[in-house]
Protein backbone atom coordinates (compact mmCIF):
# COMPACT_ATOMS: atom_id res chain seq x y z
CA UNK A 1 0.00 0.00 0.00
CA UNK A 2 0.83 3.46 -0.16
CA UNK A 3 2.83 4.90 1.91
CA UNK A 4 3.90 9.05 2.60
CA UNK A 5 7.54 9.38 2.41
CA UNK A 6 8.92 11.02 6.20
CA UNK A 7 12.51 11.57 6.95
CA UNK A 8 14.30 11.40 8.71
CA UNK A 9 13.78 7.78 9.77
CA UNK A 10 15.25 8.45 13.40
CA UNK A 11 16.40 11.19 15.32
CA UNK A 12 18.39 11.42 18.27
CA UNK A 13 18.60 14.42 20.36
CA UNK A 14 19.48 15.96 23.61
CA UNK A 15 16.82 17.48 25.93
CA UNK A 16 16.01 21.26 24.92
CA UNK A 17 17.55 20.98 21.33
CA UNK A 18 14.61 21.57 19.00
CA UNK A 19 13.46 19.21 16.13
CA UNK A 20 12.31 19.10 12.63
CA UNK A 21 10.60 16.51 10.52
CA UNK A 22 8.84 17.07 7.23
CA UNK A 23 6.68 14.84 4.84
CA UNK A 24 6.28 14.66 0.95
CA UNK A 25 4.17 13.33 -1.31
CA UNK A 26 3.36 13.16 -5.33
CA UNK A 27 -0.14 13.39 -4.70
CA UNK A 28 -1.62 15.97 -3.45
CA UNK A 29 -3.56 15.81 -0.31
CA UNK A 30 -7.10 18.30 1.26
CA UNK A 31 -6.00 17.51 5.04
CA UNK A 32 -2.71 16.82 6.50
CA UNK A 33 -2.18 15.24 10.01
CA UNK A 34 0.48 14.75 12.70
CA UNK A 35 0.35 12.30 15.30
CA UNK A 36 2.27 10.49 17.56
CA UNK A 37 2.56 7.15 19.20
CA UNK A 38 4.27 6.19 21.88
CA UNK A 39 5.02 2.00 22.54
CA UNK A 40 1.84 -0.24 23.41
CA UNK A 41 -0.52 2.83 22.45
CA UNK A 42 -2.30 3.67 19.13
CA UNK A 43 -1.39 6.64 17.49
CA UNK A 44 -2.68 10.11 19.30
CA UNK A 45 -3.79 12.88 16.68
CA UNK A 46 -1.14 16.16 17.69
CA UNK A 47 -2.09 18.59 15.08
CA UNK A 48 -4.64 19.14 12.22
CA UNK A 49 -4.07 21.33 9.01
CA UNK A 50 -7.30 22.10 6.59
CA UNK A 51 -5.43 24.42 4.43
CA UNK A 52 -2.57 24.71 2.02
CA UNK A 53 -0.32 27.55 3.55
CA UNK A 54 -1.67 26.91 7.08
CA UNK A 55 0.37 26.99 9.93
CA UNK A 56 -0.60 25.71 13.29
CA UNK A 57 0.85 25.28 16.32
CA UNK A 58 -0.25 23.03 19.79
CA UNK A 59 2.01 24.28 21.95
CA UNK A 60 5.88 23.34 21.84
CA UNK A 61 4.47 21.94 18.58
CA UNK A 62 4.13 24.01 15.22
CA UNK A 63 3.35 22.04 11.99
CA UNK A 64 2.52 23.33 8.16
CA UNK A 65 0.28 22.52 5.44
CA UNK A 66 2.30 23.06 2.47
CA UNK A 67 1.54 25.62 -0.22
CA UNK A 68 1.96 22.91 -3.20
CA UNK A 69 -0.31 20.35 -1.03
CA UNK A 70 2.09 17.82 -1.54
CA UNK A 71 3.87 18.23 1.45
CA UNK A 72 4.08 18.75 5.41
CA UNK A 73 6.17 19.39 8.66
CA UNK A 74 6.59 19.55 12.04
CA UNK A 75 8.72 21.36 14.11
CA UNK A 76 9.13 20.27 18.20
CA UNK A 77 11.09 23.29 20.05
CA UNK A 78 12.77 22.97 23.36
CA UNK A 79 12.44 19.19 23.56
CA UNK A 80 11.67 16.86 26.39
CA UNK A 81 11.79 13.42 27.42
CA UNK A 82 8.49 12.88 26.74
CA UNK A 83 8.48 13.75 23.66
CA UNK A 84 10.28 9.96 22.59
CA UNK A 85 7.87 8.10 19.77
CA UNK A 86 7.00 8.00 16.38
CA UNK A 87 5.63 10.77 14.50
CA UNK A 88 3.42 10.05 11.36
CA UNK A 89 2.21 12.50 9.09
CA UNK A 90 -1.06 11.58 7.78
CA UNK A 91 -3.07 12.75 4.68
CA UNK A 92 -6.43 12.77 3.50
CA UNK A 93 -6.71 12.57 -0.59
CA UNK A 94 -9.26 14.90 -2.61
CA UNK A 95 -11.02 11.80 -3.76
CA UNK A 96 -10.99 9.86 0.36
CA UNK A 97 -12.62 10.61 3.23
CA UNK A 98 -11.55 11.99 6.67
CA UNK A 99 -11.10 8.05 7.83
CA UNK A 100 -9.11 6.80 4.84
CA UNK A 101 -5.92 8.38 5.53
CA UNK A 102 -2.18 7.54 4.10
CA UNK A 103 -0.24 7.39 6.68
CA UNK A 104 4.17 8.30 6.81
CA UNK A 105 6.88 6.02 7.20
CA UNK A 106 7.32 7.21 11.02
CA UNK A 107 10.15 9.30 12.49
CA UNK A 108 11.08 7.84 15.65
CA UNK A 109 12.73 10.51 18.10
CA UNK A 110 15.04 9.61 21.28
CA UNK A 111 15.43 12.19 23.73
CA UNK A 112 18.68 11.77 25.71
CA UNK A 113 19.07 13.71 28.75
CA UNK B 1 -14.63 10.15 28.58
CA UNK B 2 -13.89 6.65 27.57
CA UNK B 3 -11.77 6.15 24.90
CA UNK B 4 -11.76 3.54 21.55
CA UNK B 5 -11.47 0.36 23.39
CA UNK B 6 -10.30 -2.39 21.52
CA UNK B 7 -10.22 -6.43 22.65
CA UNK B 8 -8.66 -8.42 23.12
CA UNK B 9 -5.21 -6.79 23.14
CA UNK B 10 -2.82 -9.78 22.44
CA UNK B 11 -3.62 -13.01 20.97
CA UNK B 12 -1.85 -15.80 19.42
CA UNK B 13 -3.27 -17.91 16.70
CA UNK B 14 -2.02 -20.22 14.18
CA UNK B 15 -1.68 -20.43 10.20
CA UNK B 16 -5.15 -21.47 8.99
CA UNK B 17 -7.24 -20.04 11.92
CA UNK B 18 -9.54 -17.44 12.12
CA UNK B 19 -9.44 -14.66 14.36
CA UNK B 20 -12.33 -11.78 15.60
CA UNK B 21 -11.08 -8.58 17.12
CA UNK B 22 -13.53 -6.27 18.41
CA UNK B 23 -13.99 -2.58 18.82
CA UNK B 24 -15.94 -0.18 21.52
CA UNK B 25 -15.57 3.34 19.58
CA UNK B 26 -16.28 6.59 21.64
CA UNK B 27 -19.82 7.50 23.22
CA UNK B 28 -21.78 8.82 19.93
CA UNK B 29 -19.06 8.21 17.34
CA UNK B 30 -20.93 6.49 14.47
CA UNK B 31 -17.83 6.07 12.05
CA UNK B 32 -15.00 3.12 12.85
CA UNK B 33 -12.20 2.25 11.06
CA UNK B 34 -9.41 -0.25 10.98
CA UNK B 35 -6.05 -0.15 10.16
CA UNK B 36 -3.45 -2.45 10.06
CA UNK B 37 0.00 -1.48 11.20
CA UNK B 38 3.80 -3.92 10.61
CA UNK B 39 6.76 -2.88 10.21
CA UNK B 40 7.06 -3.34 6.62
CA UNK B 41 4.52 -1.40 5.06
CA UNK B 42 3.47 0.78 8.10
CA UNK B 43 -0.11 1.73 8.76
CA UNK B 44 -2.75 0.80 5.85
CA UNK B 45 -6.42 1.43 5.93
CA UNK B 46 -8.35 -1.73 5.92
CA UNK B 47 -12.36 -0.47 6.08
CA UNK B 48 -14.65 2.14 7.57
CA UNK B 49 -18.35 1.38 8.39
CA UNK B 50 -20.79 4.51 9.42
CA UNK B 51 -24.40 3.37 10.15
CA UNK B 52 -23.42 -0.30 9.88
CA UNK B 53 -22.70 0.09 6.42
CA UNK B 54 -19.45 -0.47 5.11
CA UNK B 55 -18.21 3.12 3.50
CA UNK B 56 -15.01 2.60 2.46
CA UNK B 57 -12.44 -0.09 1.80
CA UNK B 58 -8.82 -0.70 1.27
CA UNK B 59 -6.89 -2.98 -0.64
CA UNK B 60 -6.73 -5.84 1.27
CA UNK B 61 -7.74 -9.42 0.12
CA UNK B 62 -11.52 -11.18 1.11
CA UNK B 63 -10.13 -12.75 4.30
CA UNK B 64 -10.66 -9.27 6.13
CA UNK B 65 -13.82 -8.74 6.95
CA UNK B 66 -15.97 -6.69 9.52
CA UNK B 67 -19.06 -5.49 10.75
CA UNK B 68 -20.71 -2.93 12.77
CA UNK B 69 -23.49 -2.92 15.03
CA UNK B 70 -26.19 -0.95 15.76
CA UNK B 71 -24.43 0.79 18.76
CA UNK B 72 -21.62 1.19 16.41
CA UNK B 73 -19.18 -1.34 18.05
CA UNK B 74 -17.58 -2.98 15.49
CA UNK B 75 -15.91 -5.95 14.75
CA UNK B 76 -13.31 -7.21 12.09
CA UNK B 77 -12.44 -11.20 10.78
CA UNK B 78 -9.25 -12.36 9.52
CA UNK B 79 -10.12 -15.84 8.12
CA UNK B 80 -7.67 -18.59 6.84
CA UNK B 81 -4.25 -16.52 8.79
CA UNK B 82 -1.47 -16.10 7.33
CA UNK B 83 2.08 -15.27 8.84
CA UNK B 84 2.04 -12.12 7.02
CA UNK B 85 -1.37 -11.51 9.18
CA UNK B 86 0.74 -10.78 12.35
CA UNK B 87 0.33 -6.99 12.66
CA UNK B 88 -0.97 -4.37 15.34
CA UNK B 89 -4.47 -4.03 14.53
CA UNK B 90 -6.05 -0.52 15.13
CA UNK B 91 -9.58 0.89 15.38
CA UNK B 92 -10.49 4.15 14.82
CA UNK B 93 -13.53 6.32 15.66
CA UNK B 94 -15.11 9.49 14.93
CA UNK B 95 -18.42 11.09 15.01
CA UNK B 96 -17.89 10.72 10.73
CA UNK B 97 -17.74 13.47 7.83
CA UNK B 98 -14.10 15.58 8.62
CA UNK B 99 -13.73 15.01 12.05
CA UNK B 100 -10.72 13.41 12.94
CA UNK B 101 -9.89 9.99 14.16
CA UNK B 102 -9.25 9.13 17.71
CA UNK B 103 -7.00 5.75 17.82
CA UNK B 104 -7.51 2.65 19.98
CA UNK B 105 -4.51 0.92 21.42
CA UNK B 106 -4.40 -1.94 19.04
CA UNK B 107 -4.95 -5.70 19.00
CA UNK B 108 -1.79 -7.34 18.70
CA UNK B 109 -1.81 -10.42 16.51
CA UNK B 110 0.75 -13.06 16.21
CA UNK B 111 0.24 -15.88 13.51
CA UNK B 112 2.65 -18.79 13.73
Known amino acids: GQQLNQSPQSMFIQEGEDVSMNCTSS?????WLWYKQEPGEGPVLLIALYKAGELTSNGRLTAQFGITRKDSFLNISASIPSDVGIYFCAGQLPSGTASKLTFGTGTRLQVTL | KAGVTQTPRYLIKTRGQQVTLSCSPISGHRSVSWYQQTPGQGLQFLFEYFSETQRNKGNFPGRFSGRQFSNSRSEMNVSTLELGDSALYLC???????????FGAGSRLTVL
Open chain 2, 92 to 102: ASSLGGANVLT
Open chain 1, 27 to 31: SIFNT
